[in-house]
């Protein structure tokens, strides 16, 4: 590779530096750094990097950032690594997020919400151990997580909302998701799940309906027959499922 002479350096440094501090002061000029929400939704497309780098590091009083459909195309998820640890609130849906999400996020102390739905460039996984945040509420729903669904997801017993949809998880069901017994929405369609359900395991569960099965049939199985929401469809208060191609009979 051809090296740049000093001649073209120094203006090129000077450019670099001038951009950097000019569009930081330019971009976030607004918002103190004792900033406890950040609410954008719909925003201006946050095309640098920096200029989120900068709320991560910067904002360490955030608790609620909600940036739903602002166009984060231009910002690694690598940024996201700095968010304070006091967050209880991150939505960042519709965002076009692209790469790998840090999985540190999962392990926030005080994390209750996430939302990471319909970032279709969006890879991760969940975390697999030690995982025992206050989450109540989360959605990576039309992302690329993939990787299974972790037994220690049943630790989050105050999980109330949970969509893992059309995501492109694979592997079992863990039994543990029964121990979730806050849960009042459970969406499992439209990944690559494999084995055997038996509906006893979410028998504690108040939900009455549960989303599973593929992209194709689209169907929820219930555990109450008064709770039949789609018409052709059985309900099943003991069932055993084979994903993802059987036939329900
Ligand atoms: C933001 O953080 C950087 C590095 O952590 C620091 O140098 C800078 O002074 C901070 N800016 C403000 C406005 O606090
Ligand atoms: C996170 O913060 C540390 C220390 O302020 C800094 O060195 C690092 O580059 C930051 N990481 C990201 C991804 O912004
Ligand atoms: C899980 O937590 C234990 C005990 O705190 C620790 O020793 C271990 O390294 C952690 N594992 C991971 C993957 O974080
Ligand atoms: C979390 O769940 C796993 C698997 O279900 C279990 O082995 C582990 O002991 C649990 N950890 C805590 C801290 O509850
Ligand atoms: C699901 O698994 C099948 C067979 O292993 C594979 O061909 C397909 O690409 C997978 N689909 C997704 C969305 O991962």
């Excluded at 910067?58 to 968010?83: A, C, F, H, K, W």
């Excluded at 997580?145 to 997801?153: N, V």
């Amino acid at each position: 590779m051809r090296m740049m002479n000093n001649i073209q350096v120094f203006p090129f440094l000077l450019l670099c530096f001038l951009l950097v501090h000019l569009s930081v002061i330019v971009a976030v000029p607004d918002v103190p750094t004792s900033t406890s929400s950040y609410y954008v939704e719909g925003g201006v497309p946050m095309k640098k990097d920096h200029e989120f780098r900068w709320l991560a590091r910067n904002l360490t009083q955030l608790r609620e950032l909600v940036l739903d459909s602002t166009d984060m195309s231009g910002v690694s998820p690598i940024s996201l690594t700095n968010l304070s640890s006091t967050l209880t609130s991150l939505s960042l849906s519709d965002c076009s997020l692209q790469g790998t999400f840090p999985v540190n996020i999962f392990y926030l102390p005080n994390l209750r919400s996430l939302s990471l739905l319909w970032n279709v460039d969006l890879t991760g996984t969940l975390p697999q151990t030690n995982w025992t945040s206050p989450l109540v509420s989360l959605g990576v729903s039309m992302t690329n997580f993939q990787g299974s669904i972790p037994a220690s997801m049943g630790n989050l017993t105050s999980m109330n909302y949970l969509d893992l949809s059309v995501t492109l998880l694979t592997g079992p069901i863990p039994p543990t998701l029964g121990n979730l017994e806050h849960l009042t929405y459970l969406d499992l369609r439209a990944n690559n799940l494999t084995g055997t359900v038996d509906f006893k395991m979410f028998a504690r569960l108040k939900i009455s309906c549960i989303f599973l099965l593929d992209r194709t049939t689209s169907l929820c199985c219930c555990k109450a027959m008064a709770a039949i929401p789609f018409q052709g469809s059985k309900c099943w208060n003991r069932l055993v499922v084979i994903w993802p191609n059987s036939p329900i009979s």
